[in-house]
Structures are given as C-alpha cells and as structure tokens.
C-alpha cells in the first residue's frame, strides 16, 4: 500500500449508490407505509412460510446494512479499494471484501429474527408476558445502554477508528484473503455495533427516526474527532430511556 494511492484513493462507486439506494428504499418504504409488512414481527405472526418469511427479511436487512454500517466502514473501505487496485483482481478483491463485511452482519440479522421468533413464542405461551410485553422493549434498551460501557465495546471500537493500523496488520493480497479481511473487520464492526442495530432490529427497517439517530451515533462513534466522548453518554440516555418504558409501561415504538 504506497502512500500516494492511500492519499488519492476514492470510495468505489458502487458502494455509495449502495448507501444512497438503500436510504432511498427507506424513505419510499417509510413515505408508501409498505415498510411495516418487512418488520420480524408482521413476517414472524403472517401467514407466510417461515423460510420464505427469513428471506425477505434478509432482503430487507441487506438495506439496513448499507444504509446504516457502510458508512461507519468507509475509511476502511477507501483504503482497502486504493491496496486492491494494485492487486491482479482489483474488483473481485473488492467484492470479496465487502462480502465477507456483509456476511457477518446477515448471520447476526438471521441470528436476531431467530431470536425474536423464539421471544413470539414465550410471549403467545405467557399471559403475564403477554400483558407486559413492554419489558421486552424497556430491556432491549437497557442491554444496548449497558453495552455503551462494556470493555469488548472499547476494544472494537478502538479497532475500528484505527483502519490504517488494520490494514498494515491484516492485509494480504488475494480474493479470498480480502474475503477473510471483510469478515474480520465485519466481526469488530459487530462487536461495537451489535446492541445499536439490535434495537435497529427491534425499531424495524423502515423506521426512518430511529434510522437515523442510530446511524449518526455509529457512524460518529467510529469516524468523528470525538467520538470516544459519546459512547458513555448515549448509554446513560439509553439507560434512563429504558428505565421510562420499565417504570410506566410504555408502548415505546421499537
């Protein structure tokens, strides 16, 4: 990786039409009312099969990953792209790259519908559960507060605010090393991020307010000049947020 490539390296194309399109499908599913029919819990309790049911809303999450953790990865990305082109496969490289990313945060999304299925159940065979189904919601919030001050939250998030550091250390030329460098930085990207977009995952994939916030918290937690001065903040807010829901049984919008 020269430096002269580093410094005159752009983001590839196709992974900012991915961001954009992903905003955009958003929107329209926010702005058409349309997006609800995606939410776990519409796919969970239709009529569907189940696997066809997991698949589309893999689909739908494959959108909330671009939208929502491509731009916390574009530092990483810019760097890789400008170290790839010098290789004999720059696009497949590059592909593999983000594939590996984008394999780590399906298997966590597949991981949380399947999660949630089970909760469906204990809840339809709970009555008490049923009548205070509130806490699921009030103790969503409270595991991603507290995961604001854990140390693995530390640790990946000192990773990734470091990509250049990332880089020298685990790059390797190759398609399939550039699919292991993805999944691994895909790993430390869920380990800082997993209870956001596990609330994400709570709020649905159309859910535009929520989208957002917690699109410019990631995204400033990894990339902004302060962003180690957030972290503890947001979890106090989301902490006396989840206390809220808990003390009044609020139907939070999650």
Not at 44 to 66: D, K, R
Not at 102 to 129: E, S, Y
Request: charged share 15%; with cysteine; proline share 5%.
């Amino acid at each position: 990786m020269s430096a002269t490539a580093t410094t005159h390296a752009r983001i590839p194309p196709p992974v900012v039409a991915a961001i954009a399109g992903a905003w955009v499908l958003a929107v329209l599913a926010e702005a058409s009312g349309r997006g609800s029919e995606l939410h776990h819990d519409a796919l969970i309790e239709g009529s569907l099969p189940y696997g066809l049911a997991v698949l589309l809303f893999l689909l739908a999450w494959q959108a909330m990953v671009a939208a929502m953790m491509l731009p916390s990865s574009l530092p990483l990305v810019r760097l890789f792209a400008a170290a790839a082109a010098a290789q004999p496969r720059p696009r497949a490289a590059k592909a593999a790259f983000l594939s590996g990313y984008v394999l780590v945060w399906t298997l966590f999304g597949w991981f949380a519908f399947a999660g949630d299925t089970m909760i469906h159940a204990a809840v339809d065979r709970t009555p008490w559960l049923h009548r205070h189904d509130w806490l699921i919601a009030g103790g969503t919030l409270a595991l991603a507060g507290a995961f604001q001050f854990s140390a693995l939250k530390d640790r990946c998030l000192e990773v990734c605010r470091q990509p250049g550091a990332f880089m020298l250390r685990h790059y390797r030329r190759g398609v399939p090393e550039a699919f292991a460098l993805g999944r691994r930085h895909g790993l430390f990207c869920l380990g800082c991020c997993w209870a956001l977009m596990l609330l994400m995952f709570a709020a649905g994939v159309a859910n535009l307010w929520w989208m957002a916030a917690l699109t410019a918290v990631m995204v400033y937690e990894k990339v902004g000049r302060r962003g180690d001065r957030i972290t503890r903040p947001v979890g106090f807010a989301l902490l006396a947020l989840a206390a809220l829901v808990v003390a009044h049984g609020l139907e939070l919008v999650l």
